[in-house]
Nanobody
Framework: VQLQASGGGLVEAGESLTLSCATSGYTLDHYAIGWFHQAPGKGREGVSCISMNGGNTYYVESVKDRFTISRNNAKATWDLQMNSLKPEDTAIYYC?????????????????WGQGTQVTVSS
C-alpha cells in the first residue's frame, strides 16, 4: 500500500492544520492507521493511531485535547486535525497503515509508510 501524507505547512503558534493520508489505487478500510512525527535530531514517534472501525484511538500525551484522528472509510478520508499548534509540534509527519487490528501505536506495528509532510510552527 502506497501512502502520501499532505496538508503540512508553516503556521503560527495557536493555529490549526489538517493532515490527510491518501493512497493510490487502494482503500484503507481494512487497515489500522497511524500518524507519526519526527523532529530534527529525534526518532520517529507515534502521535495518534486509530483502529479499522474507528472505535479505538490513541494519542500521545503531548497532543491530547489538541489533535483529533479520524477516518471515514466511505469517503476514503483518513485525517489528523491539529489544533492549538505549538512550536514543539514542528516535525515531519507521516501516515502509516497496518493490515492488523490496531493495538499499539508503535512504529514496528505499521508496515506501509508514505512520504511525510513538513509541519513548522513558529512562536
Amino acid at each position: 500500500v502506497q501512502l502520501q501524507a499532505s496538508g503540512g505547512g508553516l503556521v503560527e503558534a495557536g493555529e490549526s492544520l489538517t493532515l490527510s493520508c491518501a493512497t493510490s489505487g487502494y482503500t484503507l478500510d481494512h487497515y489500522a492507521i497511524g500518524w507519526f512525527h519526527q523532529a530534527p535530531g529525534k526518532g520517529r514517534e507515534g502521535v495518534s493511531c486509530i483502529s479499522m472501525n474507528g472505535g479505538n484511538t490513541y494519542y500521545v500525551e503531548s497532543v491530547k485535547d489538541r489533535f483529533t484522528i479520524s477516518r471515514n472509510n466511505a469517503k476514503a478520508t483518513w485525517d489528523l486535525q491539529m489544533n492549538s499548534l505549538k512550536p514543539e509540534d514542528t516535525a515531519i509527519y507521516y501516515c502509516a497503515a497496518s493490515p492488523r487490528e490496531f493495538w499499539t501505536c508503535s512504529e514496528w506495528f505499521f508496515d506501509s509508510w508514505g512520504q511525510g509532510t513538513q509541519v513548522t510552527v513558529s512562536s
